[in-house]
């Protein structure tokens, strides 16, 4: 469904389920930086976001967003109760929930199912078209058939899917995600951060074997998408 200009866009993963997307406009998703062993940047480093994209109020996900919003003027998204704690401490944001789509600064964002618990609200994943390009993130969901309308209504060209187990799927129920999916890329994430996360990545692109390419990254890696 990606409309707009066809450009590169600048895919880095930063750690655990943190996400960065540079491209018209530099876009975070869960920028959990404070407290996060493996995190690749500081959330004091971040000097330039247009967007922070949240997909539920747990702490490794919501992480530094108000702080980075705070510091560069960036847009909130996320769930309603979350977007009005934003608004709460006098950020910008914008409120939605599953099913909906809102434009802001050019981006347009779905916000899809996630099978989660969250603190505030429920969670979400969420998809994320610019320039041409169409991102899923799945957030922490678990396995669910709702990913096969994702697939079939979206097209993703890139998919972040969490691997961890335990807290999210594990790399065989990611895999299989991978297929209900239909995502050209895939990149793991949401393991190694901590013991009971750990994940193999090796293992989950063993399982997806030629169901998509999958792109294993070290926290603070890019690629060109």
Known sequence: ????????????????????????????????????????????????????????????????????AKKTGAVIVAIHEIAVEAQERGLEAEGMNIGGTIETKGVIIHMVPALHSAEKGCAAGVVVEMDGKSIYHAGDSGLTTDMKIIGEFFHPDLSFIPIGDRYTMGPASAAKAVEFVQTKKVVPIHYGTFPLVAGSPEEFKKKVGSLAEVIILKPGETFRL
């Open 1 to 68: 469904m990606a409309t707009g200009i066809n450009k590169p866009l600048e895919i880095t993963w930063l750690g655990h389920s943190a996400v960065k997307i540079a491209g018209t406009r530099t876009v975070f998703i869960d920028p959990f930086f404070t407290g996060n062993p493996k995190a690749a940047l500081a959330a004091g480093a971040v000097k330039t976001a247009d967007i922070i994209v949240v997909t539920h109020h747990h702490g490794d996900h919501l992480g530094d967003a108000f702080a980075i």
